[in-house]
């Protein structure tokens, strides 16, 4: 059994992977107030957008308005908090491991992705536009984060690779690599 708890504000997100009826698997976002839960009759609002697949990861914006979600279908949907809408979809070319919210920047949110690549995204832009394309191995990337002090600053991690720093300024160019040699592709 793999238990996710995402945390924000006055909710819980919680995956519980044992069955195709819960959390990730069923391809929808709930979003679940745990003080609310307890009351029998409460039903915990759901995303109207679907994902094709399983729900791999989830991220909040900065400002609670919009919830960022990725998985196996190869898509990134945003979604608006208060109506439930989907706001956008970002098309990727293999799964979605990863996402995180710049912290300085709602519009931008960074993708870890199964083809080796960690893309930025601003959705401002139309989700056919190329995104900037961080950093590329062979091997996938299964974890994406800002560095919410500074965040030019990006950690991931990488199946092959090992955990590193990046910095937005440098594309493709590691700053700091722990337990791999090599940074480079």
């Not at 991220?59 to 989907?86: M, P, Y």
């Not at 994406?144 to 092959?160: E, G, H, M």
Request: proline share 4%.
């Amino acid at each position: 059994m793999l238990l996710n708890v995402v945390c924000h504000a006055e909710y819980y997100i919680i995956f519980l992977v044992f069955e195709s009826n819960f959390g990730g698997d069923d391809r929808r976002v709930v979003l679940w107030d745990l003080e609310k839960s307890l009351d029998s009759s409460h039903k915990p609002p759901c995303m109207k957008g679907e994902h094709n697949s399983n729900i791999f990861c989830l991220a909040f914006d900065n400002s609670d308005r919009k919830i960022f979600s990725a998985g196996n279908d190869e898509q990134v949907i945003v979604h608006d908090l208060e109506r439930g809408e989907t706001l956008d979809v970002f098309q990727h070319d293999e799964a979605v491991y990863g996402i995180s919210v710049e912290p300085d920047n709602d519009n931008v949110f960074a993708s870890a992705c199964d083809d080796g690549r960690i893309l930025i995204w601003d959705i401002r832009e139309s989700p056919s536009t190329e995104p900037f394309m961080l950093a590329g191995y062979i091997s996938a990337f299964h974890a994406v984060t800002y560095n919410p002090v500074d965040p030019r600053l990006i950690a991931t991690a990488n199946s092959k690779e090992g955990i590193a720093l990046w910095d937005i300024r440098k594309p493709r160019t590691c700053v700091q690599k722990l337990f791999k040699k090599n940074c480079f592709r």
